[in-house]
């Protein structure tokens, strides 16, 4: 075969010569010409006949194989050629390998955002079903209870004086159920970090049940976009109904004295309000007491004397009529879904605690700057 045919068939056959022949990389010209006769017999034209063409191209190829690997320069020429497609294509299944294993990595991670994203979707809807059920709930409550004081006054004989003091009295039997359980709910918020990992349903609900026996409480994950944050942070909003307003009340009136008292367990919320977004009508609003220095002033002048009685035209003194007098309007609506009187109560006693701690705390702060030296 003529010089330039083996050349090109050293450069671009990609059939193994050596595995053709069955000898190794190293096989000497004896041992490939050896192997060649012994392959030749099997496949030679005058012992399989001229109609195997199957045979007959294998024979050529055996050929070829040897005439490729007894030329030394040839043989090198074919020896690099292999080595070459043999690095070749451990490349390429080196890169489909690693192809393969980011396509495969790509897809886990667009799965598992998926199901994050489910999962915040998922929670956040149930979150938002809750608030809704709470309302419907408390909606539902004071038309049943309307419709139930609706019946009592159709049936309800006396007259105007006695139903208006049952109609006062009435809120005052009124069981905590009776509050719609949105006016007994708060939110809280934190983030989701290292610090607040321990911060579970069971740990939250054991750090408030300190206001009150909690009902339900609703835990949802959600990451938003943060000012002065450059990645979004994972936020917990929780939502606690508490069996009684009382208890949603002294959540939201200590939680700031808390926060002073015990930073390391306290701190770590940054809301804690109404789930309504408001404080309930009818919850006792915290009146500042009356400083002392006005207290004083009024006492000076009840103390300068009885005031002299008017007279009326006739020169007797003015009776007052006791129609004249009418009830102090309450602090508070009076409704279907008013929380009972002793709740009232309850509230209106933490109200008065907390003016006292904060008179107290006024005081101390005043005694110190005027014991400190200018």
């Not at 045919?5 to 990389?25: C, I, R």
């Not at 539902?140 to 209870?145: A, H």
């Not at 929380?339 to 110190?368: F, H, S, V, W, Y």
């Amino acid at each position: 075969m003529a010089d330039g045919d083996l050349k090109t068939h050293a450069l671009n056959s990609s059939q193994d010569f050596y595995a053709l022949l069955g000898v190794s990389e190293s096989a000497s010209e004896n041992d490939i010409r050896r192997a060649w006769r012994k392959s030749a017999l099997k496949y030679h034209p005058d012992k399989v006949g001229p109609s195997n063409t199957e045979a007959l191209d294998k024979f050529h190829l055996l050929q070829i194989a040897q005439d490729v690997l007894c030329e030394p320069g040839v043989r090198e020429l074919y020896d690099n050629a292999r080595r070459a497609r043999a690095e070749k294509k451990q490349r390429e299944a080196a890169y489909e390998g690693r192809r393969k294993w980011m396509k495969d990595d790509l897809e886990r991670r667009e799965s598992g955002a998926f199901k994050r994203k489910r999962e915040e979707f998922d929670a956040e809807e149930k979150l938002e079903r809750e608030l809704r059920r709470l309302a419907e709930d408390g909606k539902r409550r004071r038309k049943e209870r309307e419709e139930q004081l609706r019946r009592e006054a159709v049936g309800q004989d006396g007259d105007t004086c006695q139903d208006d003091d049952a109609q006062q009295s009435r809120p005052a039997n009124i069981s905590s159920s009776s509050t719609p359980e949105v006016d007994r709910s708060v939110t809280l918020r934190y983030r989701k970090d290292a610090s607040t990992e321990h911060l579970d349903r069971h740990r939250i609900t054991s750090l408030f049940a300190r206001f009150g026996p909690i009902e339900d409480a609703i835990l949802r994950d959600k990451k938003i976009k943060v000012e002065g944050e450059k990645h979004r942070v994972l936020i917990v909003t929780a939502v606690l109904v508490f069996k009684s307003i009382v208890g949603a009340h002294a959540a939201i009136a200590d939680f700031d004295t808390l926060v002073k008292d015990d930073p390391a367990t306290w701190s770590v919320f940054e809301q804690v309000g109404w789930a309504s977004g408001k404080e309930p009508e009818y919850v006792p609003k915290a009146r500042p007491r009356t400083p002392v220095k006005d207290r004083t002033a009024i006492f000076e002048a009840s103390a300068a004397g009885p005031s002299t009685p008017q007279l009326n035209g006739d020169g007797l003194k003015r009776v007052p009529s006791f129609a004249s007098f009418k009830g102090t309007p309450g602090g508070t609506p009076k409704g279907p879904n008013t929380p009972a009187g002793d709740e009232i109560m309850m509230m209106r006693l933490k109200n008065a605690e907390k003016r006292r701690l904060e008179e107290k705390i006024r005081r101390e702060e005043a005694a110190t700057a005027e014991a400190e030296p200018l």
